[in-house]
């Protein structure tokens, strides 16, 4: 697990571009939850970050496709393959990811 950021730098609801172990990454706080996927969209191959929160998930801000938080399943096209998604800790204030290890 490497450091990403601190708990105090997630805004609810409000994507962050980090780097992790030279990986691209979007983090997003969701209620209590912090979730991590690959900052790249799987049709366009944006940003991720670049997108808001939506009740559907992830919403890519180029095409609109809309990626599931915890499975990176798109739920709205074009997309048609998902993202990867990350295994995220919290640890006092500090935010933790693994690339290496995939959720799905």
């Known amino acids: 697990m490497t450091r990403a950021c601190g708990l105090s730098d997630l805004d609810v609801d409000k994507p962050l571009a ?3 172990d030279g990986v691209a990454v979007v983090l997003v ?3 209590d939850e912090v979730h991590a996927l690959r900052d790249e969209c799987s049709h366009a191959a944006v940003a991720l970050s670049e997108g808001e929160l939506t009740r559907r998930g992830l919403e890519c ?3 609109g496709s809309c990626f599931d938080l915890r499975t990176g399943a798109p739920s709205a096209p074009p997309a048609t393959e998902p993202v990867d998604v990350y295994a995220v800790t919290v640890d006092g204030d ?3 990811v693994d690339v290496t290890r995939k959720l799905n």
Do not use: I, Y
């Open 94 to 96: 500090d935010v933790l």
């Open 29 to 31: 706080r969701r209620g």
């Open 18 to 20: 980090v780097e992790v």
């Open 61 to 63: 801000w180029l095409h």
